[in-house]
């Protein structure tokens, strides 16, 4: 029997989409909250459904067939369309109640944590969706409602407030600077990072510990050795900053920015996110 296309649903779509954004399949399935064999599943079932395979079975995880890559962005066209919806209910909105949600880099996720902490306590009714990770959704396209980013300048088609410039140094607790030197570096993963670059040029000395960056604070202020940190961070334990340092992290200056789509910037759920964002980097005020 042939298969009827009226049939064809975004349910039965999303998980190609998904994939086809991601990349892989574990971050597909993070992001659509269900379980890798669930997602696995969904998309057998699909394939059953159509008679056609969407993924390539002997291939690297996440490669899509020619119709499963059609049928992403028939997915993706979907997606845009209904986020183009709903998207102008939200501008419409007046209460400060249900959901928003925020993407952004796991370097800021210690600014990010106060600051949903204060909000939600202030805020009863609103509940806040994170997401974490270089590949986040995109408030340009109306897939998160506020982004915070490290970037240069705010994109085209976002409205864009600049919070602060974030400075890095090197610092460590005083009693780690009273033994022999020894470094906390970032994960291999982030290597391709300036603050990695700058590792391997200058943090000359013995290894303590190598670690992601949400790790990092962490083990630099409980003593484990010297770290590359952006100051406020570094403030906030009471760290010491090693001055012989301080020049040659001059240039890994970031500029942070909390963005949001135009059409969202009356937005009551929107504004009190940004504002909580900015409160964390001593900004106040629209």
């Not at 649903?9 to 659509?32: K, M, P």
């Not at 864009?160 to 030197?181: D, K, N, Y």
């Amino acid at each position: 029997m042939a298969f009827d296309v009226a049939t064809l649903t975004w349910d039965d779509v999303r998980f190609l989409e998904a994939l086809q954004r991601a990349g892989r399949v574990n971050a597909a399935a993070r992001a659509e909250r269900v379980s890798v064999s669930t997602f696995y599943r969904r998309i057998a079932e699909l394939e059953k459904h159509t008679g056609q395979p969407c993924l390539v079975r002997s291939a690297h995880e996440g490669a899509l067939t020619e119709f499963g890559q059609s049928l992403a962005q028939v997915g993706s066209r979907m997606r845009s369309g209904l986020v183009e919806v709903f998207g102008a209910l939200r501008e419409r909105e007046t209460t400060l109640e249900g959901e928003v949600s925020l993407t952004t880099v796991e370097a800021l996720l210690p600014f990010v944590e106060p600051a949903l902490v204060k909000l939600t306590q202030q805020q009863p009714g609103l509940h806040v969706v994170l997401h974490l990770g270089d590949r986040g959704p995109s408030v340009r396209r109306r897939e998160v409602d506020v982004a915070l980013a490290v970037m240069k300048r705010a994109p085209e088609g976002c409205l864009g407030r600049r919070l602060v410039a974030l400075e890095s140094g090197v610092f460590a607790t005083r009693a780690a600077l009273q033994r022999p030197r020894r470094w906390v570096l970032r994960s291999l993963n982030e290597a391709d990072s300036p603050e990695s670059a700058w590792e391997r040029e200058h943090a000359k000395g013995a290894l303590a510990v190598r670690a992601p960056f949400h790790a990092l604070v962490s083990l630099c202020a409980a003593g484990a050795g010297l770290a590359l940190l952006p100051s406020l961070l570094a403030q906030r334990h009471a760290l010491v900053e090693v001055p012989e340092f301080r020049a040659s992290a001059a240039h890994l200056t970031r500029p942070v920015w909390c963005l949001t789509h135009t059409g969202l910037k009356r937005s009551p759920r929107v504004v009190a996110l940004s504002a909580a964002l900015a409160s964390v980097f001593g900004v106040r005020g629209s």
